[in-house]
């Protein structure tokens, strides 16, 4: 008895996994998606017609920022647990941006207070 055991070649087959290469598509960040959303509808432009996109472009969830084949793909993706906590997340206040990141690690401008006297 005892031996290695006989799965430990899975480790192998770790990044062929869906999860793993969904990453590889660019996605925009959650700020990017929020303004998106704040726009009114008449400044949302209508979705051009793109042959390397699935559906050609015209079926587009905008929270979740993807493209679907048809429509009843996306009425599916609709109903998932995943897009309805991404338009939780939208609804709710404003996520950081990148200049509030910079801003907490202390890379943006100083804030040196009002300028008080100059010396000529």
């Known amino acids: 008895m005892g031996g ?3 799965h430990r070649s899975v ?4 990044y062929s996994h869906k999860q793993f290469r969904r990453t590889k598509f660019l996605v925009k960040g959650d700020d990017a998606v ?3 959303l ?14 390397d ?3 050609m472009g015209q079926y587009y ?6 493209y679907f084949a048809n429509v009843t793909v996306r009425d599916e993706h ?15 206040p404003k996520p950081h941006t990148q200049l509030d990141a ?19």
């Open 4 to 6: 290695k055991c006989p």
């Open 11 to 14: 480790k192998k087959r770790r």
């Open 34 to 36: 929020y303004d998106d």
């Open 38 to 51: 704040l726009k009114p509808e008449e400044q949302r432009k209508e979705l051009p017609v793109d042959e």
């Open 53 to 55: 996109l699935p559906g």
């Open 61 to 66: 969830c905008m929270h979740c920022d993807r």
């Open 78 to 92: 609709f109903k998932t647990k995943k897009h309805r906590k991404r338009v939780k997340i939208m609804m709710g």
């Open 102 to 120: 910079d801003l907490a690690a202390g890379m943006g401008m100083p804030d040196n207070g009002p300028k008080l006297m100059s010396m000529s």
